[in-house]
Nanobody, 116 residues
Framework: QVQLVESGGGLVHPGGSLRLSCAASGISFRLYDMAWYRQAPGQQRELVARIITGGSTNYADSVKDRFTITRDNAKNTVYLQMNSLKPEDTAVYYC??????????WGQGTQVTVSS
């Protein structure tokens, strides 16, 4: 059974930081491209950051230079370090695992709220 379990969300003031974690089980983690998506109320789900099996990363323009995605294959975990958070970063953040677009799995999501 595949599970992606996110943690680390919460309420933070503008300018603050959070680190999200996504622990995967039931998959050969090192073979999967991993990504974080987010969905704000009334908005479509959007890609935030992706890290492929080789370690290359890409980011949405809105989070470049503020967010960093990393992975630890030994711990089957992907992280999203979020700095200089803005109210517009408020959303439910979802972890995604993808194997050549043939097998795709999602976590349950974790809420991030940026508010003063």
């Amino acid at each position: 059974q595949v599970q992606l379990v996110e943690s680390g969300g919460g309420l933070v003031h503008p300018g603050g930081s959070l680190r999200l974690s996504c622990a995967a089980s039931g998959i050969s983690f090192r073979l999967y491209d991993m990504a974080w998506y987010r969905q704000a109320p009334g908005q479509q789900r959007e890609l935030v950051a992706r890290i492929i099996t080789g370690g290359s990363t890409n980011y949405a323009d809105s989070v470049k230079d503020r967010f960093t995605i990393t992975r630890d294959n030994a711990k089957n975990t992907v992280y999203l370090q979020m700095n200089s958070l803005k109210p517009e970063d408020t959303a439910v953040y979802y972890c995604n695992a993808d194997l050549n677009h043939r097998f795709t799995y999602w976590g349950q999501g974790t809420q991030v709220t940026v508010s003063s």
